[in-house]
């Protein structure tokens, strides 16, 4: 006797296959719940309460006054033709804003955020810190950092906050004029 194979049309098919996975995902999603139920049976850790002395707070600029200080910067850039980059890092180094202005070169991001980031480093402009590297040239070796003019630290109560970076003008004198015109927005008010 001869035996035809049946064909199964497609909707069986899926069907079938519909039905193994869901046989396997039960599976799956079980030996997930015992694993799950096994590791809840631990009490939970209460978090540990710190006293003030062994925490400290910090300055940060807000968003919007990250802005407005990039902006300024930018400005002041494209008053005297020019196209660079604006960066404004917080306190930590971390990038806030920053502003490529039109057909500022592609080096000029990195370049900007780097200045940034040394000027609230060392709270200190980028032109006087490069002046440094003559007594102490490792200091190009620190990761992050860039020691060409361009550079302006924010300061609060003496304290670094944030940094700005201006970057792609033909020269760091020209780049860190216009940081400086974005720190001063900020003591402005504008």
Do not use: C
Not at 27 to 34: D, K, W
Not at 87 to 113: H, I, K
Request: aromatic share 4%; net charge negative.
């Amino acid at each position: 006797m001869q035996h035809r194979a049946k064909k199964f049309s497609t909707r069986a098919k899926a069907i079938a296959s519909a039905a193994a996975v869901a046989a396997v995902g039960a599976g799956v999603a079980g030996a997930f719940s015992v694993s799950a139920d096994t590791t809840s049976t631990a009490p939970a850790a209460a978090p540990i309460a710190v006293g003030s002395e062994a925490t400290t707070t910090s300055t940060h600029l807000t968003v919007d006054a990250a802005t407005q200080a990039a902006r300024a910067a930018l400005d002041a850039a494209e008053q005297e033709g020019q196209r660079v980059t604006v960066a404004v890092v917080d306190r930590n180094g971390n990038t806030v804003v920053t502003l490529r202005g039109d057909g500022a070169g592609p080096q000029s991001y990195e370049s900007a955020v780097r200045k940034a980031f040394t000027a609230v480093s060392w709270n200190a402009p980028t032109s006087e810190l490069a002046e440094r590297l003559e007594n102490a040239p490792n200091l190009k070796d620190i990761p992050g950092t860039l020691f060409l003019g361009g550079g302006a630290p924010v300061a609060h109560d003496d304290a670094p906050i944030a940094g700005i970076g201006v970057a792609g003008a033909p020269s760091g004198d020209l780049d860190e004029k216009f940081a400086r015109a974005g720190v001063a927005a900020l003591g402005d008010g504008r």
